[in-house]
């Protein structure tokens, strides 16, 4: 079993920045690639970043391509994701993911690649 444990949520105005992180208690947390979803009212959860296990690959959602970030530091089994430029339609609860497969990146964009998940942070953008 593997936790994962996001913080970093909250309200921030339009054109502010937000850095969210998400904790593993998995000891191998380094051999696993993680990604974020995010999932708005009334809307499907959908793909917003992944990276790979070494962080040597990332992989953003065009919405927000050049105005997030993913990196991990696997010394500290946390994998984070800086936000900037926020918009109102990034408005949503956000969720960390462990890929499923050992050292891979398969579909990394759907949900259905990942076996744990967390509890989710809260992102609210006022405009």
């Known amino acids: 079993q593997v936790h994962l444990v996001e913080s970093g949520g909250g309200l921030v105005q339009a054109g502010g920045s937000l850095r969210l992180s998400c904790a593993s208690d998995?000891?191998?947390?380094?051999?696993?690639?993680m990604g974020w979803f995010r999932q708005a009212p009334g809307k499907e959860r959908e793909f917003v970043a992944a990276?790979?296990?070494?962080?040597?690959?990332?992989y953003y959602a065009d919405s927000v391509k050049g105005r997030f970030t993913i990196s991990r530091d696997n010394a500290k089994n946390t994998v984070y994701l800086q936000m900037n430029s926020l918009q109102p339609e990034d408005t949503a609860v956000y969720y960390c993911?462990?890929?499923?497969?050992?050292?891979?990146?398969?579909?990394?964009?759907?949900?259905?690649?990942?076996?744990?998940w967390g509890q989710g942070t809260q992102v609210t953008v006022s405009s």
């Open positions: 993911a462990r890929h499923t497969y050992y050292h891979s990146t398969y579909h990394y964009e759907s949900r259905e690649s990942y076996d744990y």
């Open positions: 998995g000891r191998t947390f380094s051999t696993y690639a």
């Open positions: 990276i790979s296990w070494s962080g040597g690959s990332t």
